[in-house]
């Protein structure tokens, strides 16, 4: 069976929904048995209201850019259809997934359940405790291309989570697989036949042991199992016509 993923980011206009701030850009990114499938949802959203300067400076969206995009209501049908009812990988999930509810309250849409929430902040601070956890510091201990960041942005933010994902779950499982499997067959096609021994090794009986079997072996019947087991090996008969 397999096992569909969808890493989430987004970007708002603060910090907390309460005070008024609204979603302005959503990036998904489906994940098949931990690979990426290249199916994607993103969408900027107008949010109803103005930019303040501290967001824009994070991810570059002004009020003009987002003042045609649809709103959040004109795209929710799709969005939960991208998402399903498949597991959500975030990073530091709180924070989206409160965005995500409180535009979802708003239509009287269900609320998104943190049941099926995997956070790699959590993760990672399992993984590395005391060590950066922020995206970017996890990209650099993994040596994950950020040249793609100038900014925040949620789509570019939802790709490198992806590989941050399979890097925290200790890699490209499928691929490693498949290299063990590569080496395994290698390795039997290189083994050589065994050969026997040109000469037996000499026996490290001693002499007293060697009577002590023998005395041994006098307590059984003839036809013993012992003593067929014991004999020497019979030299081959060469027929003759």
């Not at 910090?15 to 998904?28: F, M, Q, S």
Request: proline share 7%; charged share 25%.
């Amino acid at each position: 069976m397999s096992l569909r993923e969808i890493v989430l980011d987004t970007e708002t206009t603060g910090l907390d929904p309460n005070e008024g701030h609204r979603l302005v850009e959503i990036g998904c990114v489906e994940l098949i048995n931990h690979m990426r499938t290249g199916a994607v949802f993103h969408t900027y959203l107008n949010p109803e209201r103005d930019m303040p300067p501290e967001a824009q400076r994070v991810h570059g969206l002004s009020t003009a850019f987002l003042s045609d995009k649809p709103r959040f209501a004109e795209r929710a049908a799709e969005f939960g259809a991208f998402i399903g009812s498949d597991r959500l990988i975030i990073h530091n999930a709180a924070f989206d997934v409160k965005f995500l509810n409180a535009e979802l309250g708003r239509l009287g849409r269900p609320a998104l359940q943190f049941s099926r929430v995997l956070d790699t902040l959590d993760l990672a601070r399992r993984r590395f405790p005391g060590a950066m956890a922020s995206l970017d510091g996890l990209c650099k201990r993994f040596n994950i291309d950020l040249s793609a960041r100038t900014q925040h942005g949620a789509l570019v933010d939802a790709e490198l989570l992806a590989e941050v994902y399979l890097e925290l779950l200790g890699g490209r499982q499928p691929a490693l697989l498949l290299d063990a499997a590569s080496a395994a067959t290698s390795s039997e096609q290189a083994r050589e036949p065994v050969r026997p021994r040109p000469r037996p090794l000499p026996s490290l009986l001693t002499e007293a042991e060697r009577l002590a079997h023998e005395v041994f072996l006098a307590g059984f019947p003839a036809p013993s199992l012992w003593r067929r087991l014991d004999a020497p090996p019979e030299e081959p008969v060469l027929k003759t016509a």
